[in-house]
């Protein structure tokens, strides 16, 4: 495949690195990312995925905008409201770039859908805003060998880590099982400053781009911290668990489960 | 200066300004094999500075750079680096 002049220009600065040149841009333009959620973290990585040029960006989400959104999901707007929210940045994403196809799923993600959905992409991007749907997400590329970029949302507070299963650790080497629903902030505590989705879910983009390219070190067996009143990112070691009820050496969860608790969604 | 290099492949980028001088001459040299070499026309003389340099910086190696007429610059380069 030869660029375009329209191509040239656009990813310009993109092909002017030695990390990534005119190969890696091909690489971009050829990928294919599942982004689990079109929320707070999934409008930002999307939007990075398509400005770069990722050729195939699936997105499942299950909800409408709603006003409440626009504070900090920054692909939807206000004319949108009430329109789902896979269609409103299906919309964005390939207004910014027409090399990019949004493949926009409305419906909820399951233990008996997930599978067939991220068979065909190359890297999966958990954007989810509850603790079921982030160990389903877990579990299910651990199971089918998908690389995994999770990230997390909280007040002033981000987290991030890649999980490459066969190679380094998982979600449940981090913390086996989801907490207790008690544990979990009610709906009145779980607010978030609009921006720190941003930082997030740009950090999660950034590592989809390097492990396309098969450039420089992932979040692998690591997790990112991001405290924002701080102004600190901490990286804290987390070694693959050989007892780890999905990724060890005698798993004990070998098929998938949907987990429904009184989870409130952030 | 090196007279009797075999040059593989040339383009022509005059006209063009930063940085698709650089995008065409790198892309340029991305589909040439290890120890082949590029033959770079050019009317910009920021990017008869800058070309060499950056593709130094991207391990390739500066065989010549020439000034050939009032308004051109010739570059050759060879491929060293994958
Ligand atoms: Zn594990």
Redesign the interface.
């Known amino acids: 495949m030869e660029?375009t002049e329209d191509q040239?220009?656009r990813y310009?600065?993109h092909?002017?690195l030695?990390e990534v040149?005119?190969?890696g841009q091909k690489k971009i333009l050829g990928a294919k990312v599942f982004i689990v959620g079109a929320g707070g973290l999934g409008c930002p990585v999307g939007y990075y995925l398509a400005a770069a040029g990722v050729g195939t960006i699936g997105m499942i989400d299950n909800d409408v905008v709603e006003l409440s959104n626009l504070q900090r999901q920054i692909a939807h707007n206000t004319s949108r409201i009430g329109v789902p929210k896979v269609e409103s940045v299906k919309t964005t994403f390939e207004s910014l770039n027409p090399d990019v196809k949004v493949i926009a799923l409305k419906e909820k993600i399951t233990k008996d859908n997930i599978k067939d959905l991220i068979r065909d992409y190359d890297v999966v991007v958990d954007g989810s805003d509850n603790f079921p749907t982030r160990y389903l997400v877990n579990d299910a590329c651990v199971m089918m060998r998908k690389p995994l970029v999770s990230g997390a949302i909280l007040k002033f507070e981000g987290q991030v880590t890649t999980i490459l299963p066969g190679e380094g650790h998982c979600y449940r080497c981090l913390f086996e099982e989801m907490p207790p629903a008690g544990l979990v902030p009610s709906c009145q505590e779980a607010g978030v400053i609009g921006a720190i989705p941003g930082v997030v879910g740009s950090l999660q983009a950034i590592e989809v781009f390097k492990l396309i390219l098969g450039k420089g070190e992932t979040l692998k067996n690591t997790l990112l911290i991001y405290d924002a009143l701080r102004t600190t990112f901490r990286r804290v070691k987390v070694p693959k668990n050989p007892d780890c009820p999905v990724c060890g050496d005698k798993p004990t969860i070998t098929e998938l489960r949907d987990y429904d608790a009184g989870y409130c969604r952030i | 200066m090196e007279e009797d290099v075999r040059v593989d492949k040339k383009i022509n980028i005059k006209g063009l300004v930063c940085p698709y001088t650089f995008v065409k001459s790198k892309l340029a040299v991305e589909d040439l094999e290890v120890g082949q070499v590029l033959e770079i026309l050019l009317d910009s003389e920021e990017a008869a500075r800058n070309i060499p340099k950056s593709m130094e910086d991207h391990g390739q190696k500066v065989l010549r750079l020439e000034k050939i007429n009032e308004t051109d610059w010739i570059i050759q380069v060879r491929k060293d680096k994958e």
């Open positions: 660029f040239l220009q310009s600065r092909i002017i030695p040149g005119g190969k």
